[in-house]
């Protein structure tokens, strides 16, 4: 069993940065994808950036606004975001897919004002 635990949201002006962090229990390996996705009101969920190995993933809307890192012996994965814009605005849930199984966070508000 894996659990997520997200933390690091909060309200900012367009143009600021968060950080955000997962914090994962249980046992994950390197080669599992850990990441991000987000949703906003009246929208469906879709990813924002995703880790196995090294290699990374994002959504081109948040491309070189964004980095995403991972501390294998911590269990951790970060998410960096830099020039936050209103349609940022989302719950930001952090997700581990082991093999075929997908955990999932409570997810952490991000508000970005204008």
């Known amino acids: 069993q894996v659990q997520l635990v997200e933390s690091g949201g909060g309200l900012v002006q367009a143009g600021g940065s968060l950080s955000l962090s997962c914090a994962a229990s249980g046992s994950i390996f390197r080669s599992d994808v850990m990441g991000w996705y987000r949703q906003a009101p009246g929208k469906q969920r879709e990813l924002v950036a995703g880790?196995?190995?090294?290699?990374?993933e994002y959504a081109d809307s948040v491309k070189g606004r964004s980095t995403i890192s991972r501390d294998n012996a911590k269990n951790t994965v970060t998410l960096q975001m830099n020039g936050l814009k209103p349609e940022d605005t989302a719950v930001y849930y952090c997700?581990?897919?082991?093999?075929?199984?997908?955990?999932w966070g409570r997810g952490t508000q991000v508000t970005v004002s204008s």
């Open positions: 880790i196995t190995s090294g290699s990374t």
């Open positions: 997700y581990a897919r082991l093999g075929i199984s997908v955990y």
